[in-house]
């Protein structure tokens, strides 16, 4: 049997601009020129990251030079069984949720009655907003003062209303004292974000509720805080990651006391790396602080995203 041989040409598809046009690079214009920067923050971030890591491990010696000596988990066993450091922790919790939750419930209850407000807002907006622009070593040094029990004019109403001791002397008031100059700084910046969230509200909605007849408490829970729930989450986070590691007020204004009374954990990290000098031990402790910082961090993004708001 014979084998005829298919002699049909083959048809191919002609080159199109497609395929004749040039491959697009990776990195574009964009892209080479980010990366200076890219290197630099990599440079700023990753590496000291890494070496605080490897303090941790190590026993740092300053004399004759920078030099790092491992003692293998030590800093971190001490850490673990730090009474000192469990109470530091403790104060820590106490403090942030004091100061942010004061700051949420006042600040929103500014923001509610600066919104009835139809002639001067702007003013009283304004003379609000102010102890938010101040330093905050600014507010501990004005604190300080209005709370000295010499001259200070807080001292002076306290005595005339029967309190004779001294405001930052007792661990209970000092305690008080700055986490009230806390919540005076930072609150307006909650009222704020609210009253940014409160525009949102339809006025329809608010005029139907009260045609209704519907008092104001049940307008703010079923109307206007389901309205701004989502504003007042983001604003919570913003005010929790700066609680976290609150450092100014406190340092000039008790410097961790009375008997380490106000001492958080930013104050005991920044003793024992400049003023002990224990470095290997202040990395475990900073190590902890942003662990902590990134699980409260994830805990609302994680808030934010069942949320759809970080779409």
């Not at 000295?148 to 306290?158: E, H, M, P, Q, R």
């Amino acid at each position: 049997m014979t084998h005829v041989a298919d002699s049909s040409p083959v048809l191919r598809r002609p080159a199109g601009p497609e395929s004749l046009a040039p491959r697009e690079p990776r990195y574009g214009f964009e892209g080479r020129m980010m990366t200076p920067g890219l290197i630099l923050l990599a440079a700023l971030s990753i590496v000291p990251f890494f070496a605080l890591i490897a303090m941790s491990f190590s026993r740092v010696r300053l004399l004759g030079g920078v030099r790092l000596d491992a003692v293998g988990l030590a800093n971190w066993v001490r850490f673990l069984t730090d009474a000192d450091m469990w109470m530091s922790w403790l104060r820590t919790v106490v403090y942030f949720v004091l100061t942010v939750g004061l700051e949420m419930v006042l600040g929103v209850g500014i923001a509610l009655c600066l919104y009835r407000v139809l002639r001067g807002r702007n003013i009283l907006l304004s003379l609000l907003l102010l102890p938010m622009f101040a330093a905050p070593v600014i507010v501990g040094l004005l604190g300080r003062y209005l709370t000295d029990s010499t001259f200070g004019l807080y001292a002076w109403v306290l005595r005339s209303l029967g309190y004779t001791g001294d405001i930052l002397g007792s661990p209970t008031s000092a305690f008080a004292a700055v986490v009230l100059m806390d919540v005076w700084e930072w609150t307006p910046l909650i009222a704020l974000i609210t009253l940014a969230g409160l525009s949102s509200v339809p006025q329809s909605v608010r005029e139907a509720a009260a045609v209704d007849g519907a008092p104001a408490w049940m307008t703010f829970r079923y109307i206007i805080f389901p309205a701004i729930s989502n504003v007042l989450l983001v604003a919570l986070l913003i005010r929790s990651m700066d609680a976290i590691r609150y450092f100014d007020i406190i340092w000039v204004t008790t410097n961790g006391g009375p008997a380490d009374a106000t001492k958080i954990v930013p104050i005991r990290l920044y003793e024992t790396a400049f003023r002990f000098f224990d470095f290997g031990y202040a990395a475990a402790i900073g190590l902890a602080m942003l662990a902590f910082s990134i699980f409260i961090a994830r805990t609302f993004v994680r808030l934010l995203d069942t949320r759809g708001l970080t779409r």
